[in-house]
């Protein structure tokens, strides 16, 4: 695990929360992330890992999924002006939801009842 990696472990915060509708269990976290470089990113990977039990290193890359570098350039750019903008895709069978004000939601849906 690189340093920067590290680094960013320490600046995430998480928050679960479950829900149940009939036999669909929702499972939501929250983390935080800095607004640095390459911040987002780490953070959707390491917060998608943590919801589906995966190691970050064992899945597909994110930017088979989305365009990692167009989101953080959102994310800075919305940043910059002072306009919030949110970022909806999935990845990992999970709704993953990015702010440019630091925050990300996975949100992942099973058809498992909850124990």
Known sequence: MSD??????STVSWIFDSSSDDDVVTEVVHARFETEPD?????????VASVTGQEPLEMPPLFESIDTE????????????GKPVKVSFTYQDCLVTVSSRGDVVVERRTTDTPS
């Not at 920067?4 to 472990?9: A, G, R, Y």
């Not at 990113?41 to 917060?47: A, G, L, N, Y």
């Open 39 to 47: 911040a987002a990113v780490i953070t959707v990977v390491e917060t």
């Open 4 to 9: 920067n990696l590290t680094q960013l472990d």
């Open 70 to 81: 167009a989101l953080d350039e959102l994310v800075a750019a919305s940043e910059a002006r």
